[in-house]
């Protein structure tokens, strides 16, 4: 996903769709944490050799946000760009308390 920011910059953010194994191991691996999450984020904040600034990687899981769907009455495709827009804001340095993502 490529977008521009108000001085007309290039800003370049990878979005992933995962499962509930592959999370739960990236989740491990990078956050020590032993479960499937809904959403990962990690920032990259590296300035690419065509200048475009590479904000960083957002990973969802389809399956919770299957899960998440069903409980909060969306449709799977909503959820998804719900998760995919949490993982936005946190690349961005948006954060909330306790949080576990």
């Known amino acids: 996903m490529i ?10 953010i990878s979005v992933y769709i995962s499962d509930d194994k592959e999370i739960a191991k990236l989740n491990k691996k990078y956050r020590n944490k032993e479960y499937a999450t ?17 904000l960083g990687d957002v990973i969802v899981n389809k399956e919770q946000a299957s899960r998440q769907a069903a409980e909060f009455g969306n449709n799977v495709e909503q959820e998804i760009s719900e998760l995919a827009g949490h993982g936005i804001l946190h690349l961005l340095g948006v954060h909330h308390d306790g949080d576990d993502h």
């Not at 521009?4 to 910059?9: I, M, R, T």
């Not at 990690?42 to 065509?50: G, Q, S, T, Y």
């Open 38 to 54: 809904d959403v990962l984020s990690f920032n990259i904040n590296e300035e690419l050799e065509d200048g475009t600034f590479y």
């Open 3 to 12: 977008l521009k920011d108000l001085n007309g910059k290039k800003i370049h």
